[in-house]
């Protein structure tokens, strides 16, 4: 008995995961099999509406990635946030085919954007830009069923991998990003997020020349050691994306423990009390960084898939619920920030959106939450995360579907519902997360017993068409220490509930004890014991349109006396 995964090209290059077909890691469905539904399906629809605003229009993206530098970089995170919204909305992105058509008349006689470099040195915003056009390219090479458009863009991406980065082979494996080589970016290690267009671009032209030099460039970031003070955040984490990409592609896995050790030091030099991460690695005064939240995100999921560890799922979770879900604003756009501190205790909103720095980089985010609802290997669909969702799949010649309704992480609960004929049968394996416990799975109507957990997940099997399965947990309120020691005090704490952040949000702080009660009085309300005072998670369900005022979230509490 063995689940069929049916795989576009679309796939390889949406996720950070791909074809690897050895069988030995579960693999996303492609967006073309998913019905995202509730929560998740209002935030993508909001994301595209913000996405086809005028200001990202292709006259309006060309003048604003002219004048940062980044020559094809805007134009490639905008196309990539269509390609990926539109394709999981069922919806065509109206601008795509028009601004592919109006790039051909800036590509440099040498097949890339920007000035054509000759003898003098790279230009590391020049080759990133590059990179990210490389990304959203490759995206829309599959997505698209126009042949005359996919032949463009596939001759666009031939054209760029060649003529910047094939050409220029030894700058980028010697000292890339160093002069006299190279004319730096502003922003340390931003050469690396090259390896996150250019393993997307690899998935479809399977070129042995850009293997092989995707091979020493891996090498040559892997080997940037832990001194990363300074780095862009979002830089380090999307080479990362890139070598977990390269591993699945070739199956070259001795980079995976390289990857896990970046990932270390980004949690400890970049990561704040809500699971955000800054702009750049130890810089703790600057504001959470849209864009790294989500390659955070996507990191985390994608070296669970390549490692099986459910500690990395528990990252991603604890960085979505917090971090990202509220960076997306109720217009559907992305903005920053403040991170809680010792000297300030309150998350803030810094700005309310980034038009060009924040919100194209939502689309990847939303879409790698409903690329990570179920993922199969074989006979069994797991639920990496618990989000309103429904799949098709082929199981034995024969369609099945299994759909998800949830309200998680504000009730800890979820309902599994399968169609499909009674005859054939897979495995469920449901998250359980170090914060749950006293599980329980109800088949029917009728209780199941001693349902095992291994590796994170609980282990149903013999799961098939009709079948209802009801799974809930219980979660506690806890108290925790902060998230990072450099910027708070030994005397600070945080609460949470679940995977979510408690904050109290009303303009005077409150203190109060580490051992004070905090007493559940609805879902998604606590109330602090012998008073009035409200406390609710950060988290919360996306409501377009709503209050945009946002007042400051008190996150860390220092005391030992409950307020009256």
Known sequence: MRLIVLYSVLSLVLFTGCERSRGTLPHPFPATSLDVQAELLNRLQAHMDKMEEPMYWPARLFEVSDSTGYYGGIEGRVLLAWVLDGHLLRRNPVYAEPLLARMQERINAQGYFGPVISGGPLDERQVAGNASLLRGLSAFHGFTFLEPSRALADKNIRSIVQGLFLAHREAFLSQPGKAPGWRPA???????????????????????????????????????????????AYSVLTGMRGVLRFVELTGEDACLPGVERLWSVVKKNGFGEFYGVHGHLGRYGEPVDPSAVSAAFLTAAALWRATGNPAYLEDAELIYVNAFARSQRPTGGLGDDHNPDAQDPYARVVALEL??????????????????????????????????????????????????????????????????????????????????????????????GDVPVRKGFLVVPGVRGGDRIEFGFRQSIRVTGPVNPETTTSRQFRLMYGSMVLCYNLPYEVTIARDTRIIPTSPGFFEIDTTYVEMIPRYGVFSRGADHSYPPQQILFDGTKIPK
């Open 355 to 448: 038009p060009y720095d924040g919100t194209p980089y939502g689309a990847e985010a939303l879409d790698g939450v409903a690329a990570y609802g179920f993922c199969a290997l074989r006979d069994t669909v797991f639920v990496p995360f618990l989000v309103n969702l429904e799949v098709s799949f082929a199981l034995k010649g024969k369609t099945m579907k299994l759909r998800q309704t949830t309200d998680y992480p504000v009730k800890p609960s979820a309902v599994f519902e399968v169609a499909g004929p009674s005859d054939k049968e897979f495995v469920l394996q449901l998250p359980a997360r170090s914060w749950h416990d006293a599980y329980k799975v109800i088949r029917n109507g009728v209780p199941v």
């Open 186 to 232: 502003p922003d340390s290690g931003v050469v690396y997020e090259c390896l996150d267009g250019l393993t997307s671009a690899y998935a479809i032209t399977r070129d042995t020349a850009l293997r092989s030099f995707l091979g020493h460039f891996a090498e040559r970031f892997l080997s940037i050691g832990e001194d990363l003070d300074g780095f862009q």
